[in-house]
Each structure stands twice: as structure tokens, then as C-alpha cells.
């Protein structure tokens, strides 16, 4: 079998998506004089979307089966100094695997649309910004340097704030989108100060080139002070993690982004753009393992994340904003992961995340389908007699989310746990007992929704706002009658095919993706400083063997508490939480307002900013600069002018006692310096 990959077939898998977006943005919509209907544009999409992951596919098999592998450039854009500009490929087990999530959460996102987005006017358009999306996702993961990574990294963005605002006459939607793009902007300032400063150090953007060279940047300082300029370039590398994945405190620009419509949650916000920065840390394994103080700084931040995020979960009523709460404590389960050097277990948990949190976005957008337009969770309640096959998927991904052995989520959760157990950096107490915390508040929440959504009582015909929602009509298939019902197939066959590996993809490749050579060559891990793998290889006997551990560890008997304890708060005792609210109200208040965060960014740090501009405006711009240099020198200037204009006098005997007096002080400077 051949050991190596062809360029050129790689080649189509970003730009098969790219071609389908252009296709469908270009004739499909105004600006290209609507040539090509909803149709055409979904099926041009669509195929480009297939294309990409059968190639993707094909990829994996040579990856893992034959040991392929590809580092090539493609394309030398320019070279500034001995700095080289390029775009090109780099494919191993950590590519490939990021190659197929993307691509098959992708495909299903594009079929559930055509159910989902039916009646929106945006139809054609919305085809054409996911496949752009895939597009560029897919650029950022198989990039082999720092310039295609960063590009890739800021289309992702462009895009996703193109999706959270789609519907640009909702002002909550506008909010949304520009929240999204400037907390980002934040993230990814750290994210070029560190590319920048490898360029500097390392004099290449190259990933192989510039690792070559990480021992040397090890022994270097930052210029001018103490700093350990690998640990300096870890921090700003992560702090773009930070905005892109939604770390704390640059976190809060996700739940809002629930203001778009829901394909695009599943897309962005589950399995893609928000693991970027987790795949970029992986990808930047060799730098980042030479410096504890940045592993331990990533540590603590996905711990309070983890745990806080999965806090909020608990108070929200919008079936949105669960899912979002929850994908924010994953991503920081994902974040402690890092932070312990057990990037295979955080990539692992991100593959399995991104198909069982894609099921629960898309179980969502069904359950918001089924309930005409409703999203509230405390008026619904009894749909598992109306949407079967919903509630059966939805059952499966919140399984696999809680991390309920055998399931998908336990083989990667608990891998994450047992790796924090093992690390010994500074802040790993802390975040041992937030991951073990976040397994109760995970349960918890997600089985909250859960009961209320598919079981008890109905309430969908008390809904006060059922009258008169002010949502857009994004879905389609709402009847006059408020009995909910089931979805159409588009939108039924991608929950089935999400469900599937939800249960059985970690049983699958636990083995090869953290024990095996998967990642032989893609993540590198110093196994004497960093000996957490190494312990979990040590007591790893199989799959079966976990799941049946599994059933005796604490992880296992909070997860079945936090299920226990919604049960009862909500199925058969509802009046206590009302009750438990009412007591400790100051405490749900903190929750409510997230934590404050929105009014300290909006109030201090936005009003701060507006001050200092304000400031400089004034004070800088108009009073120094126009005021001062500006109009300042010319006014000196015309005044010098004005005062030598009366030495002008035209007559030649002024001019002779100029010159006499001229002469008389120079003869006297002269003579007093002797």
C-alpha cells in the first residue's frame, strides 16, 4: 500500500465546500440574479459537503491503516526576508481525524437544514455561509504553518459572524454577531502577538521548522525582562484558544450567539469553529510542553470554566442556551485536558463532543420545530409521545453527554478526570475538584432539560407567548393547531445518524486514539515531566474493562446523583425549586446575570474604553495634536514671519548696521571664548 497522499486530491476536500459556496451565493441569490432556486443550491452545496467528507474519509483509512502521510507546500505566496509565506498541507492521525468530524457534523448539518430553514427567505444564502464555513474550518485544520493557520482561524471567525447575524433585522441578532467579532478580536491580539513572536525567535512559520527549533526558544528570555519567552509565547498562543473556544472570561460571547439560527449552533458551536483552539493547542504540543506555567495556566482556566459554565447551565429555560452552558463546561473539561499534556484525551473528547453536542443542538432545533417556534422548556413537558424519534436521540446524546459508560462521553470524560488525577502542576487540586464538581452540575442540567422537554406534564398549550412569538419563522411545518409534532425525515435522518456515533465512536477508537499510534507523530508529550498518559496507559485494559470500572468510580455515582436529584426536583417535587430559588435568591441572581460579566464588560470595560477615547479624542487628538502641532506650528510660523517681515525695510543703511552689529557679536562670542 502506498505510503504517501496526492496534493492534488487533497486539494478538493476545502475546495469542493468553497466551490459549492460560491455556486449557491453568487446564482443563488440577488446578487447574481437568482439563477439557481433552493434547490440547486442546496444539492450544489450539499455535494460539495460530500465530496470533502468521502475524500476526508478515504484520508483516514490511508492515515490509520497505511501510515500515510503528507507535509507539502502547495503555494509560496511570497518570502519577506528569509521569512516564507506559504499555503499547504499537513496530514497525519490529528489532521485526518479533524478532516472527517468536520466534514460528516457538516453533511448533517447541510440535510437538517433543508427541514429546518424551509420557509426562510434566506434559504440560498444561509447553504452558502455553512459551506464557506467547512471551507475554511477545514483550511485551518490541514494547514502545515502559522499564516494558513491564521487565515483559516479569521474566516472561521468572519463567518460565524456572518451566521450569528443572519437574520440582520433582528437586534438582538446584530448584538449577537458584533459581541461575537469583537470578544474574538480580544483572543486572537494574543493569538498573532505569539505567531509574531515565533516568527521573530524561530525565523519561520513553518509547523516542522519552527519545532525544530523549540529548544532554542526554550533558553531565550523575553527582551528586557525575566520572562521565559516560551512561556510568554504558550500564554499569548492560548489566550486566541481562549476567545475561539470560549474560555473564561472571553466566554461570553456563545450563549448569545444562540441568536442565530440553530443548524448553525450544531455547525459552529459544537463541533467546529469553538474547537479550533483546542485542535491549535494539540497541534502546538511541543511548544507548549516546555513550559509548566503555561500548562498550569491553562489548567486553572479550564477548570473555572468547566465548573462556573456548567452553573449557569442550571438556571436557563431557553433549550438554546442549555446546550450552550453545556458546550461551554466541555470545552473546558477539553482545556483541563490540555493544561494536564493529555492532548490526545482532549482531542478525543472533542471528536466525541462534537457528535453527541451536534445531536443535542439539532434535537433542539427539532423540539423547536415540533413546539412552533417555542424554545422555552418550561412550557413543554410530554413530547416524548409526540416526537419519538427526537426524544430517543436526544435521550442517547444526553446519555453520552453525562458520560453514562459504554457511551461515547464516559470513554473521553473520564479519561480526562483520571489525566487531572495524575498531573501534579500547580492548580491541579483545584481542577481536580472542578471536573469532578462538573460531572454532578453536567447531570444535573442536562437531565433537567431533558425531563422537562420529553416528559411530565404538558404545558405547551399555557405558554403566554404562544399568540404572539416574535421569533422568525427559521423552520417551517407550524401548523395553526399548537399540538406538537414530529419532524420531517431531513431533519429526523441526520438525528439518527449523529446518534449512532455518539454511542459507539469512543468504544471504537479509545484504543489507537489514546493508547495506539494514532498520534504517534502529531502530539508530542515529555512523559518524565508529564506522566499522565503514561499512568492511564498503564491501567487502560480495554474498553469493556473501563465501562465496567467505570460503574464502581465517583464520577460514575455523581453523574447518577445529579440524574436522581432533576428527577425529583422536577418530576416529583416541582415546587422545591421554586422554593430553593426563593432562599438562596442573592445566589440566583449572581447566576442570572451571568456572573456579571455582560455588565462589568458593557460597564466598565466598554464605558472605560469610550472614557479613554473620549480622552484621546479630545485631549490627544484635537487639543495636542490639531490644536498644538497642527494648527500650533503654523500659528508659530506665521507669527516668526510676521516679526522678521518688519526687518524688511528696503533700505540699504539698515541693512550696513545689521551687518556691523553682526560682525561686532560674532568678534565678541569669539573673544570670550578665548
Excluded at 494539540?282 to 507548549?288: E, K
Excluded at 424554545?375 to 446524546?397: A, E
Excluded at 453523574?559 to 416529583?572: D, N
Excluded at 508659530?636 to 539698515?654: A, D, M, P
Aim: charged residues 10%.
Amino acid at each position: 500500500m502506498s505510503q504517501t497522499l496526492s496534493a492534488s486530491t487533497l486539494l478538493w476536500v476545502p475546495l469542493a465546500p468553497l466551490v459549492g459556496s460560491i455556486l449557491a451565493g453568487v446564482l443563488g441569490t440577488q446578487f447574481g440574479g437568482n439563477v439557481m432556486g433552493r434547490r440547486a443550491s442546496h444539492s450544489v452545496t450539499i455535494l460539495g459537503v460530500l465530496i470533502a467528507f468521502v475524500l476526508s474519509v478515504m484520508t483516514l483509512k490511508s492515515v490509520a491503516m497505511d501510515g500515510a502521510r503528507l507535509n507539502e507546500t502547495l503555494y509560496t505566496w511570497m518570502v519577506v526576508g528569509g521569512l516564507k509565506m506559504e499555503i499547504g498541507f499537513l496530514v497525519d492521525g490529528l489532521t485526518a481525524m479533524m478532516m472527517c468530524v468536520v466534514t460528516f457534523v457538516s453533511l448533517m448539518v447541510h440535510l437538517y437544514t433543508i427541514g429546518y430553514m424551509e420557509e426562510d427567505e434566506g434559504y440560498n444564502r444561509f447553504f452558502s455561509y455553512i459551506s464557506l464555513f467547512t471551507f475554511s474550518m477545514l483550511m485551518l485544520v490541514m494547514s502545515n504553518n502559522m499564516l494558513q493557520l491564521f487565515f483559516g482561524w479569521e474566516a472561521v471567525g468572519l463567518v460565524s459572524y456572518l451566521l450569528i447575524g443572519f437574520w440582520y433585522n433582528k437586534p438582538t441578532a446584530i448584538f449577537a454577531n458584533m459581541k461575537a467579532f469583537l470578544v474574538n478580536r480580544v483572543g486572537d491580539f494574543g493569538f498573532i502577538l505569539g505567531i509574531g513572536l515565533i516568527a521573530a525567535y524561530a525565523g519561520t512559520l513553518n509547523y516542522t521548522e519552527a519545532f525544530a527549533k523549540s529548544s532554542e526558544l526554550a533558553s531565550l528570555t523575553l527582551p528586557g525582562t525575566e520572562w521565559m519567552l516560551i512561556t510568554v509565547i504558550c500564554i499569548c498562543l492560548f489566550i486566541g484558544a481562549m476567545g475561539k473556544s470560549a474560555q473564561f472570561p472571553l466566554h461570553v460571547w456563545l450563549p448569545d450567539s444562540m441568536e442565530g439560527p440553530t443548524p448553525i449552533s450544531a455547525l459552529i458551536h459544537a463541533a467546529t469553529m469553538v474547537t479550533a483552539g483546542i485542535f491549535m493547542v494539540t497541534r502546538m504540543s511541543p511548544l507548549f510542553e516546555l513550559s509548566d506555567t503555561a500548562l498550569s495556566f491553562i489548567m486553572v482556566i479550564g477548570a473555572i470554566t468547566a465548573l462556573f459554565m456548567g452553573f449557569l447551565g442550571i438556571i436557563q429555560n431557553d433549550i438554546k442556551r442549555v446546550v450552550a452552558y453545556s458546550t461551554l463546561s466541555q470545552l473546558g473539561y477539553m482545556t483541563v485536558a490540555l493544561g494536564a499534556s493529555a492532548y490526545s484525551v482532549a482531542v478525543f473528547h472533542l471528536m466525541t463532543h462534537a457528535f453527541f453536542k451536534a445531536l443535542l443542538f439539532l434535537g433542539a432545533g427539532s423540539v423547536i420545530m415540533g413546539c412552533h417556534h417555542n424554545q422555552d422548556i418550561r412550557w413543554m413537558g410530554g413530547l416524548r409521545k409526540y416526537m419519538p424519534i427526537t426524544w430517543i436521540t436526544s435521550l442517547l446524546g444526553s446519555l453520552a453527554l453525562i458520560g453514562t459508560p459504554l457511551f461515547s462521553g464516559f470513554f473521553s470524560k473520564d479519561s480526562i478526570i483520571e489525566a487531572v488525577m495524575e498531573s501534579h502542576l500547580p492548580g491541579a487540586g483545584f481542577a481536580k475538584f472542578a471536573v469532578m464538581a462538573g460531572v454532578f452540575v453536567t447531570a444535573f442540567y442536562s437531565f433537567r432539560m431533558y425531563f422537562l422537554v420529553f416528559h411530565g406534564k404538558e404545558r405547551f398549550d399555557q405558554n403566554p407567548d404562544a399568540h404572539h412569538d416574535d421569533h422568525h419563522s427559521d423552520h417551517g411545518h407550524h401548523g395553526d393547531h399548537h399540538v406538537p409534532h414530529e419532524s420531517p425525515w431531513v431533519v429526523t435522518v441526520p438525528l439518527i445518524l449523529l446518534a449512532i456515533p455518539s454511542v459507539l465512536i469512543g468504544y471504537l477508537t479509545i484504543q489507537p486514539m489514546l493508547f495506539g499510534d494514532f498520534f504517534k507523530d502529531a502530539i508530542f508529550v515529555n512523559a518524565q515531566l508529564h506522566p499522565a498518559m503514561k499512568e492511564l496507559g498503564e491501567a487502560f485494559h480495554g474498553p469493556v474493562a473501563m465501562a465496567v470500572h467505570g460503574l464502581s468510580t465517583l464520577p460514575f455515582w455523581l453523574a447518577v446523583a445529579g440524574v436522581a436529584l432533576s428527577y425529583v426536583f422536577y418530576m416529583l417535587k416541582p415546587e422545591w425549586p421554586a422554593a430553593i430559588k426563593k432562599t438562596f435568591l442573592p445566589v440566583f441572581n449572581l447566576l442570572e446575570n451571568k456572573y456579571y460579566l455582560d455588565w462589568i464588560n458593557e460597564n466598565i470595560l466598554a464605558r472605560g474604553a469610550r472614557g479613554l477615547g473620549t480622552v484621546l479624542w479630545k485631549g490627544g487628538d484635537q487639543a495636542i495634536i490639531d490644536g498644538t502641532v497642527v494648527n500650533g506650528s503654523w500659528k508659530l510660523v506665521g507669527w516668526i514671519s510676521g516679526s522678521v517681515r518688519k526687518v524688511q525695510t528696503g533700505f540699504l543703511y539698515h541693512y550696513a548696521l545689521v551687518m556691523i552689529l553682526g560682525i561686532f557679536v560674532l568678534m565678541t562670542y569669539f573673544v570670550w571664548l578665548k
